[in-house]
């Protein structure tokens, strides 16, 4: 039986390149639905406090569903299931990217909608009593003061959702945790594998914590 390279060999020549390519995925897949979980988060939001009762019921059940339901079966939903009921292609990167996002989404609305109604209401009735309209003073007046708020409770999810990326590994998307699953068993060094594998989750959850401080510290200097 040859001998098995040492740790530093194994780790640089075998695992850290192999890691590397999964966690530039699991990045992308992070990044971009984040920004689609944002985009439909605040749509949900501003649906949840609508004055139209049509809108807020549709807004309630889309949160119900998606944070009733686990991630898990929504990724196969909208990998296997949803292709043919729209009768269309859909390949693994933006199913699950979709999937992911939507998900994301019915988290981020309701985030989005504390950090809103947290605004004192005397501010939008003085907007519209300047001539605002109401989405005018939203955009102009109620959201530019929720940024501050915010960034704390969308990092934490910005990064539970890096870690919720590894489930897309079901439809064959070779993201980190599905490189790193990979990896152990081919060489059944489980210890450095998955150690690494801890570390570089540990590294994404660091960085976002990192920027968040960031933009804190500019938000509030620009308050003071």
Request: overall charge positive; proline content about 5%.
């Amino acid at each position: 039986m040859p001998d098995q390279p040492d740790f530093w060999t194994f780790s640089t020549q075998v695992v850290w390149p192999r890691l590397a390519a999964g966690f530039v995925l699991t990045a992308e897949l992070t990044v971009l639905s984040g920004a689609a979980g944002l985009l439909v988060g605040l749509l949900i939001a501003l649906g949840r406090m609508s004055r139209f009762a049509v809108l807020r019921h549709a807004a309630r059940i889309y949160i119900a569903l998606f944070r009733g339901t686990p991630l898990l079966l929504q990724v196969l939903f909208v990998y296997f299931a949803l292709p043919p009921l729209l009768d269309v292609r859909l390949d693994a990167f933006p199913a699950g990217v979709l999937a992911l996002g939507l998900n994301a989404g019915a988290y981020f609305a309701e985030i989005l909608r504390a950090a809103i109604e947290s605004i004192d209401r005397g501010q939008m009735e003085a907007a519209r009593a300047l001539g605002m309209s109401h989405r005018l003073a939203m955009r102009r007046i109620i959201l530019p003061q929720t940024y501050r708020r915010l960034i704390p409770p969308i990092v934490n999810e910005l990064a539970a959702l890096s870690k919720d990326t590894s489930l897309v590994s079901v439809i064959a998307l070779s993201e980190a945790l599905y490189v790193t699953q990979r990896i152990a068993a081919t060489y059944l060094r489980p210890w450095e594998v998955y150690g690494w594998a801890a570390l570089g989750y540990l590294t994404i959850v660091l960085i976002l914590s990192g920027v968040a401080a960031r933009l804190e510290a500019r938000l509030g200097a620009r308050e003071s």
